[in-house]
């Protein structure tokens, strides 16, 4: 299974958030809101660490 | 749904905790299944699962404890919690690893990161038996 970069970060903040707002929140709606909020987070910060690190590779 | 039983009085059940800690390495989840937290036993295999499979699928590398490599040794304790996940890495990746792509390489981390969130939620179900924590112990 090959996949890109992007794909690949999905699955891990999929993975991660889904867990994440299960071990630290009791309440479904907070979980809900938590596991959102966390995998959205993963993918804005490592886009616009992507972007700021993009001037370096050239 | 909801299934915190914040209400209970704590009972405290050592056994079930070293049980359910055994058992949630082994197979992620189950840990919480045979402590009555249905969803979370779910969600946690679901979550840890996809991690392990997609990171196997993918031709990650799992490291072995034989390994002279300090930083590789850490990478076995971190694969080791991956449970069944881990002693089956032979048979859902037939092929073997191969990180000269960036795929195989994302693999090796998407491994070690279920097997780190498998001891989490290993140490979150030993709480739970123990009645500490925000969860108390179901009965």
Not at chain 1, 4 to 10: A, K, T, Y
Not at chain 1, 27 to 39: K, Q
Request: net charge neutral; glycine share 12%.
């Amino acid at each position: 299974m090959i996949l890109n970069h992007f794909q690949m970060m999905v699955v891990f903040a999929l993975g991660v958030s889904l867990a994440f707002a299960f071990l630290s929140k009791s309440r479904m709606s907070d979980r809900v809101r938590y596991g959102v909020w966390a995998f959205l987070a993963f993918l804005v910060v490592a886009i616009g660490i992507g972007w700021l690190m993009y001037p370096f590779s050239h | 749904m909801e299934e915190t039983n914040i209400e209970s009085p704590a009972k405290s059940n050592p056994a079930m905790a070293i049980l359910a800690g055994m058992l949630g390495w082994l197979v992620p989840g189950l840990g919480h299944l045979v402590l009555r937290r249905w969803s979370k036993a779910l969600v946690y295999f679901v979550a840890v699962g996809m991690l392990a499979v997609v990171g196997l699928l993918a031709r990650g590398d799992v490291f072995s404890f034989n390994s002279t490599d300090a930083l590789d040794k850490l990478g076995f304790f971190a694969d080791a919690g991956n449970g069944i996940f881990y002693f089956l890495s032979g048979m859902i990746n037939t092929a073997g690893p191969d990180v000269s792509h960036a795929s195989g390489d994302y693999g090796t981390r998407l491994i070690a990161t279920a097997g780190v969130l498998n001891f989490l939620c290993v140490l979150e179900a030993v709480q739970i038996a123990l009645g500490r924590g925000t969860e108390r112990p179901v009965g």
